[in-house]
């Protein structure tokens, strides 16, 4: 069945340093590809969204770029900030399904230090 | 602002009872939510779907009779854990579906002692 892989946590990076969490996916069709962000405290958020071969989602100066040859979503941003603390979780959705259920990875933590 | 709403926020409960968790619409219907559960550091896990007016569709290895989840309106979806012991404690997540990117309420941390 359809799987999402990515990188495991924590990640502990120093303000302004530049991010990258990987992200792979398994899917039988033409998935959707979602990172979703979970602030302390708060519920998922859906941080950027991608739903064909090299689109690229953007969203708070984080970019992600689909990539339908690497089945890989990995999310970066050029400059970290504290706020940028909370877990990520990449995802896929086969909009072709009646359910359109999102699969998860298993969430990456990441941390920044000021 | 919250288009989602979960209630509650956090319950704790003895175990054998039942415990109801609710998820809420605010401003559109939902035809279709979802349950999910996170276990500690690990992903979120798809406990069942659930379309208004109709019985849920449950994910393999979910007990149906022990997570009853009832959809009866286009605003609102509640899932009853029921006989709660403590390997339930978890943290639950709704997340509701309606002609807009689906939207995720702020989930439920649910402690069973």
């Known amino acids: 069945g359809d799987s999402v892989t990515q990188m495991e946590g924590p990640v502990t990076l120093s303000e302004e340093a530049f991010l990258t969490i990987n992200c792979t996916y398994t899917?039988?069709?033409?998935?959707?590809l979602f990172w979703y962000v979970q602030y302390p405290g708060e519920g998922l958020q859906l941080l950027l969204k991608a739903t064909k071969a090299d689109d690229k989602g953007s969203n708070k100066g984080f970019e992600a770029t689909y990539r339908k040859e690497t089945t890989s979503f990995h999310l970066e941003k050029g400059s970290v900030q504290v706020s940028d603390s909370a877990v990520y979780f990449c995802a896929l959705s086969d909009l072709g399904s009646s359910a359109s259920k999102i699969i998860f990875g298993s969430g990456t933590r990441l941390s920044i230090r000021p | 602002g919250a288009v989602v709403s979960q209630h509650p926020s956090w319950v704790i409960c003895k175990s054998g009872t039942s415990v109801k968790i609710e998820c809420r619409s605010l401003?559109?219907?939902?035809?279709?939510m979802f349950w999910y559960r996170q276990f500690p550091k690990k992903s979120l896990m798809l406990m069942a779907t659930?379309?208004?007016?109709?019985?849920?569709?449950?994910e393999q290895g979910v007990e149906k009779d022990k997570f009853l989840i009832n959809h009866a309106s286009l605003t609102l979806s509640t899932l009853t854990v029921t006989s709660a012991h403590p390997e339930d404690s978890s943290f639950y997540i709704c997340?509701?579906?309606?002609?807009?990117?689906?939207?995720f309420g702020n989930g439920t941390r649910l402690t069973v002692t």
């Open positions: 899917a039988t069709g033409y998935p959707s």
């Open positions: 659930s379309n208004e007016g109709s019985k849920a569709t449950y």
């Open positions: 997340s509701a579906m309606g002609g807009r990117p689906l939207h």
């Open positions: 401003d559109f219907q939902a035809t279709t």
